[in-house]
């Protein structure tokens, strides 16, 4: 499988603190998106690097991608109680013809008020 | 501006029973996709379209069936319902640069949950 994986797969931390994931993948990729998910809701999309770009930053979000590590790491600085959701990564494969969109299974990040 | 959109939110099948998920979206996006989610397996995808007319496989398309008649809508039936069909299904769509859909960030409706007894 191409799947991704997320580590660690639950964080709890408290609010202020700033949270850490990271997404370990197996093949060459096109671009790499993060994507949140709250509890019974759809995904979100939250932010895009391209296989050639190493760091990206969007608000309090900051995404670097290594790909001669095939990994990536999500820091959300300043978390409050409503970043308290899932969060999963998805990797595009270099590939032509096919929507090759693969998800990670998720960091559980809950946020203590 | 509703987003993605997903019919029915919740139902329960018996093994063997049919149905369709209606999955409808007003961004006049040219690409829809249908994911299931199970819990630690992440999201694969089951079925994909790039326009209007077409469908394509993706990672587990076994046991369903797609259509894509408008360009707005795109449905997802299960013939012969499985309880290994249990899941929560998802529904996203995204739009044409031109340069590969693959760059595109993709819009998620908010699941329909699908029990199998």
């Known amino acids: 499988s191409q799947q991704g994986e997320e580590d660690p797969q639950a964080l709890s931390i408290q609010e202020g603190e700033n949270a850490t994931m990271n997404c370990s993948y197996k093949?060459?990729?096109?671009?790499l998106q993060w994507y949140r998910q709250n509890s019974g809701r759809g995904l979100v999309h939250l932010i895009l690097?391209?296989?050639?770009?190493r760091e990206k930053h969007s608000g309090r979000l900051r995404v670097t991608l290594d790909t001669s590590k095939k990994s990536s790491s999500l820091l959300i600085t300043a978390s409050r109680a409503a970043d308290t959701a899932s969060y999963f990564c998805a990797t595009v494969v270099d590939q032509t013809g096919a929507n090759n969109l693969f998800f990670g299974t998720g960091t559980r990040l809950t946020v203590i008020p | 501006n509703a987003g993605v959109t997903q019919t029915p939110k919740f139902r329960v099948l018996k093994t063997g029973q049919s149905m369709t998920l209606l999955c409808a979206q007003d961004m006049n996006h040219e690409y829809m996709y249908w994911y299931r989610q199970d819990p630690g397996m992440g999201l694969r995808l089951i079925h994909y379209?790039?326009?209007?007319?077409?469908?394509a496989k993706g990672e587990v398309p076994d046991g369903y069936n797609v259509s894509r008649l408008k360009k707005q809508n795109f449905l997802l039936g299960l013939e012969s319902a499985a309880p290994s069909q249990t899941s929560v299904y998802f529904c996203?769509?995204?739009?044409?640069?031109?340069?590969?859909?693959?760059?595109?960030?993709?819009?998620f409706g908010d699941g329909t949950r699908l029990s199998i007894l």
């Open positions: 093949t060459s990729i096109n671009n």
């Open positions: 379209s790039v326009g209007e007319g077409t469908t």
């Open positions: 996203a769509s995204s739009y044409d640069t031109g340069n590969g859909f693959s760059n595109q960030p993709q819009h």
């Open positions: 690097i391209r296989s050639n770009e």
